[in-house]
């Protein structure tokens, strides 16, 4: 038995030879439909990974309050259907004084700018720096963790302790490999003293997130006074089962802060982390299915094409079939080495689509600073899809060699 599936992948191999630019183009054909299956596979699943481990630092089971929900509403035309007012330092500093609620801790915070430059001694940052105004809970609630050093404090919010906690990129830039903690960094004339460095998060769509400085937001208030400054609320719930509570005591607070009567609508926006990821996955998702009808419309023809060279090579070694069969070979004998044939195109097509889809994948996620993970689910589709393909195609014309007459084919010019 073994000895005769020997045979027939031996068989098999020197057809393909003997056939060669046939082969190759049948191959390419299916490999681009792989390839535009893995190759987008890939780029969605590196997307999907670096929002995945952004907004995992939103924290597990945290909620914001914000201007606008993560969807704004719009008319015809992109035409905002409702304009709402910014969140001032006022309406933050009295939500988190009113909002009260079991097992809650609650994160303000607002960007100052994002063009400073710190300077350490003689050494300066490019203009690209974004500084944070913060409270004590600001981390806690971002899901950031330090590498060195000690988060903020209540005395250092409350005192308005000139401190900093800085970006990864800090360490290998301005300070030249020494260690930051407890030197002295100046932005914008105001003197801070470094108490902590981040744990390295990478750049998302341009955005460098390991260039930011946090400091105390009453101090980031007087050095950034521009006016309409938009503030941000965090609320991390220590028991995720009493969610849906605070989130309900949140909308009453700021509703209250804010003196919306009860038949008015939210002029605000709360928004969950698990909501946003949600969201945009279901973004990706069209992404997805795009790929599946690329790539099923494009292995449809490849499989199409397979059959083909393989109907033609059925005719061209009619005589050969009934050599064969003269010599003893059974039926199922001479299906076996057409199937084969089919299999081995198939998976030299289907082998180069992974490759080629990886490549592409992986240049997609360089090219735009995504995290590139193997796309083993993709590569275990395409394998069954070439494998599916090889069965379609190969079943037909396995089966017309298998059912020649040996008379007639030994006849056959």
């Avoid at 933050?92 to 300077?119: C, H, L, M, R, W």
């Avoid at 028991?239 to 909308?251: N, R, V, Y």
């Avoid at 059959?307 to 090579?313: D, R, Y």
């Amino acid at each position: 038995m073994f000895s005769l599936l020997k045979e027939n992948i031996r068989i098999a191999f020197d057809s393909i030879k003997s056939q060669l630019l046939r082969t190759i183009l049948t191959v390419l054909i299916i490999a681009i439909g792989i390839t535009a299956l893995v190759g987008i596979l890939s780029a969605v699943s590196a997307l999907e990974n670096t929002i995945s481990s952004d907004f995992a630092s939103m924290g597990a089971n945290t909620f914001n309050l914000q201007q606008y929900e993560f969807a704004t509403r719009s008319r015809g035309g992109g035409e905002v259907e409702k304009v709402n007012p910014i969140i001032n330092y006022r309406e933050v500093k009295e939500f988190k004084d009113n909002y009260e609620f079991p097992q809650t801790q609650t994160s303000i915070s607002f960007t100052g700018t994002g063009n400073a430059e710190v300077k350490y001694e003689n050494e300066k940052t490019d203009p690209e720096v974004s500084v944070l105004g913060v409270n004590e809970f600001y981390l806690s609630n971002s899901g950031l963790n330090l590498e060195k050093g000690r988060d903020f404090n209540y005395f250092d919010i409350q005192n308005n302790n000139h401190v900093a906690v800085l970006g990864a990129d800090f360490a290998e830039g301005i300070f030249k490999g020494t260690d930051p903690i407890d030197k002295v960094i100046s932005v914008r004339g105001a003197k801070f003293r470094v108490i902590g460095i981040l744990e390295s998060k990478g750049s998302t769509f341009g955005n460098n997130q390991d260039l930011r400085v946090l400091i105390p937001v009453e101090l980031a208030r007087s050095i950034f006074t521009q006016p309409n400054i938009n503030y941000a609320i965090s609320v991390r719930v220590g028991d995720k089962e009493m969610m849906e509570g605070a989130q309900s005591e949140a909308i009453i607070t700021f509703r209250n802060i804010r003196g919306l009567n009860p038949i008015e609508e939210n002029n605000f926006g709360i928004e969950k982390s698990d909501d946003l990821i949600n969201r945009i996955f279901s973004i990706t998702s069209y992404l997805n299915i795009a790929a599946w009808i690329i790539s099923i419309i494009t292995i449809f023809g490849s499989s199409i094409a397979l059959m083909n060279i393989m109907l033609v090579s059925v005719t061209e070694r009619t005589r050969e079939i009934g050599i064969r069969k003269a010599l003893g070979a059974k039926r199922g004998t001479i299906a076996t080495q057409f199937f084969m044939e089919t299999l081995i195109i198939g998976q030299f097509g289907g082998i180069l689509g992974i490759i080629l889809g990886i490549l592409i994948g992986w240049g997609v996620s360089a090219a735009a600073d995504f995290d590139f993970v193997t796309p083993w689910k993709a590569m275990l589709w395409a394998t069954g899809i070439t494998i599916l393909v090889a069965i379609i195609a190969g079943s037909y014309p396995a089966s017309k060699a298998a059912k020649q007459d040996p008379i007639d084919s030994l006849r056959y010019e």
